[in-house]
């Protein structure tokens, strides 16, 4: 998607999606924009490696935007965007996973929009989906999942939990260190002790982990082992990892 509004300004940004990290999980289009950046913003959670395909010259520029670690404010992270923009540079704004998918890509396409800025958005591949398939779990299937959910535990207060505990399978993002609350919640609105969940730690990495138990008995499995950054996979479908990964040599290889 690309929006130009009549730009009053010779720079571009271009919001990008990093996809889960690696090099090959990154697609075409986010390579060929990060090898024509002159200036790259990026979150904590963007894996450091793409930054070998930016220019020697390109300004690399960390933000932050990771719990609990130190950040700019938006308000900080925007005036940044647009300041470059405005000096006539190929700006690139890389986000973890797709930018539209909790990127809180808008606040900062507002911005451009109100100082005539011209952009452009690259879609990614998001840990939601992606998670979930590199750790052998189907999101859907005809039998045990005829929809599924995608949430962040960022503000589990702010979720309509009887809604949600009632979906075939929910997916959890950020919500490694909200699991305890994200169990009791899910306990409290009438999900079964029983019902399957996995935690997919560093999804597509080297370092990728997957925890398997029920709502039951999870966070003792899980004990004080650091489980961000994770995605959370909750329901029947979780139970056909062990089927899928017995079957097929690109499981044994990437998990």
């Known amino acids: 998607m690309s929006v130009n ?65 130190p950040s700019l404010q938006q308000r900080e992270i925007n005036e940044l965007i647009v300041n470059h923009c405005q000096m006539g540079k190929r700006v690139v704004r890389l986000k973890s996973g797709d930018p539209f998918i909790f990127g809180r890509c808008f606040s900062e396409i507002q911005a451009l929009m109100d100082e005539g800025c011209a952009y452009e958005v690259v ?29 962040t535990a960022h503000d589990l207060t702010a979720l309509n939990w009887s809604a949600l505990s009632g979906l075939d399978t929910l997916v959890v993002l950020m919500g490694g260190r909200n699991l305890s609350e994200l169990v009791n919640q899910l306990l409290h609105w009438g999900r079964s002790p029983k019902t399957p969940i996995a935690i997919i730690r560093w999804a597509g990495h080297p370092q990728q982990f997957t925890w398997t138990g029920r709502l039951a008995n999870i966070v003792a499995q899980v004990g004080t082992d650091a489980v961000a950054p994770s995605v959370i996979i909750i329901g029947d479908v979780v139970e056909l990892r062990d089927k899928i990964m017995g079957t097929s040599d690109f499981y044994h290889k990437n998990l």
């Open 5 to 69: 509004l009549t730009p009053t300004h010779p720079g571009k940004v271009y919001f990008v999606g990093a996809g889960i990290g690696q090099l090959d999980h990154l697609t075409i289009a986010a390579q060929s924009k990060l090898r024509l950046a002159e200036v790259l913003i990026y979150d904590a959670l963007v894996n450091t490696h793409l930054l070998t395909l930016v220019p020697p010259n390109c300004a690399c520029l960390p933000v932050g935007k990771r719990g609990g670690q």
């Open 123 to 151: 879609p990614g591949l998001s840990s939601a989906l992606a998670a979930p398939l590199l750790a052998g779990i189907p999101l859907t299937d005809p039998q045990l999942s005829r929809c599924f959910g995608v949430i």
